[in-house]
């Protein structure tokens, strides 16, 4: 099971920091990634990570503003975001699978967490 946290209201221009904590099982093994859904919008790809953090994908809109990282110690995933913009305002999910490769294609990932909310004012 996976749980994201983290959300909330921030101003156009601030940063945020969402996690994602696993329960049940270990995740040091596994990809991870994070997508967001805008209201009547589709899922879509924010940034993934490798098991070991040394590799990392991104969006174009996610490039040089937000940062994803982990922390197999404590079970976790975060997303740094800086630069805010209100399109920026979505669901973030977090994501998981058993691989060493990584994809932007939300049919890839298996296993899937509940969802934190990120609101950006204008």
């Known amino acids: 099971q996976l749980q994201a946290s983290g959300g909330g209201l921030v101003q156009t221009g601030g940063s945020l920091r969402v996690s994602c904590a696993a329960f049940g099982r270990t995740v040091s093994n596994y990809a991870m990634a994070w997508f967001r859904q805008a209201p009547g919008k589709e899922r879509q790809f924010v940034a993934a990570?490798?098991?070991?953090?040394?590799?990392?994908k991104y969006a174009d809109s996610a490039k040089g503003r937000f940062t994803i990282s982990r922390d197999n110690t404590k079970n976790t995933l975060y997303l740094q975001m800086n630069s805010l913009k209100p399109e920026d305002t979505a669901v973030y999910y977090c994501?998981?699978?058993?691989?060493?490769?990584?994809?932007?294609?939300?049919?890839?990932?298996?296993?899937w967490g509940q969802g934190t909310l990120v609101t950006v004012s204008s």
């Open positions: 994501a998981a699978k058993y691989a060493t490769v990584l994809s932007d294609s939300r049919w890839w990932w298996p296993i």
């Open positions: 990570i490798n098991w070991s953090g040394d590799r990392t």
